[in-house]
């Protein structure tokens, strides 16, 4: 997460045109990364319910990222590392599965 939150703020400064997009994605990999933190704290307590609520959370916000890009129809320079994101988050979300 971090290197895309660094990307994304990086990016942001430098073009105008694309501002709220990047925008939003600084935004919302802040976001994941305040719930990976969480998400970490739900597993040391054993909180099975609220780290699947936020591990569906954190996947919410990658979709967001790309979500704007797509609606305003640019390329989303996230795209690939977002794929991957996802990819992630399924496979935590399909172990935390197995954990009930």
């Known amino acids: 997460m971090r290197p895309s939150f660094s990307k994304a703020k990086a990016i942001a400064n430098h073009t ?6 990047l925008d939003l994605c ?13 998400s970490v704290e ?6 099975i319910g609220g780290l699947r609520s936020e ?16 609606e305003l ?8 590392l977002n794929h991957k994101l996802r990819k992630h988050g399924d496979i935590n979300l399909g ?6």
């Not at 105008?16 to 997009?21: E, G, R, V």
């Not at 919410?60 to 979500?67: A, G, L, P, R, Y």
């Not at 172990?95 to 009930?100: D, T």
């Open 95 to 100: 172990l935390v599965a197995q954990m009930n």
């Open 42 to 47: 739900y597993v040391k307590t054993n909180n």
């Open 26 to 38: 600084v935004e919302e990999y802040q976001n994941a990364i305040d719930g990976l933190h969480q």
């Open 73 to 80: 129809k640019k390329k989303n320079p996230f795209a690939r």
């Open 55 to 70: 591990l569906s959370a954190v996947a919410t916000n990658v979709e967001n990222c790309d979500d704007v890009f797509g």
């Open 16 to 21: 105008t045109a694309d501002n709220q997009c």
